[in-house]
């Protein structure tokens, strides 16, 4: 049974079903698996009711103690404003880019509207770059396609 932790007010962590339909299986690339499978291995104990990620004294991670090391990681890697929570953009924004429809993005990011999912999702220079470079290549397969004695009329 999937559960999640919530932290009340007062700092008390308690177990819960996921709201609503929220609760659901996502495929990881298998990269992130051996990444996760590591981390499992070196850190988790090995019983079914084991929490993934604990304070350092094994108890549920509550957001004090996650801040101050979020905020170290990101020190650490140079970065500086991102929220942990930025994560979900940056991943909907790489789902999207793999080419997912906003059907596929809804289902793995959760979202019951077309506007939600949207919110998520960011532009970027470099996918720019990819997108005319794309537009270059169909207009060169057009170009090798035309008949070079047909006539072009200006509409």
């Known amino acids: 049974m ?66 101050t090391k979020w905020s170290d990681a990101c020190t650490l890697a140079g970065i500086s404003g991102l929220h942990f929570h930025d994560l979900r953009g ?15 993005l809804m289902l793995r990011l959760g979202h019951r509207t077309p506007t939600v999912a949207m919110r998520y999702q960011h532009a970027t220079v470099d996918r720019d770059r990819a997108i005319a470079d794309k537009l270059d290549a169909l207009m060169r397969a057009v170009e090798t396609e035309l008949d070079p004695a047909a006539e072009v009329v200006q509409v």
């Open 90 to 104: 940056s991943g909907a924004t790489w789902a999207a880019h793999t080419g997912a429809t906003v059907a596929e």
């Open 2 to 67: 999937a559960e999640q932790a919530v932290e009340l007010a007062g700092g008390k962590v308690v177990f819960k079903e996921p709201k609503s339909s929220s609760g659901r299986a996502v495929a990881i690339p298998a990269e992130v698996a051996k990444v996760l499978e590591g981390h499992l291995d070196e850190h988790v104990s090995p019983t079914a009711d084991a929490l993934v990620f604990t304070s350092p004294e094994g108890h549920p991670l509550r957001r004090t103690k996650f801040r």
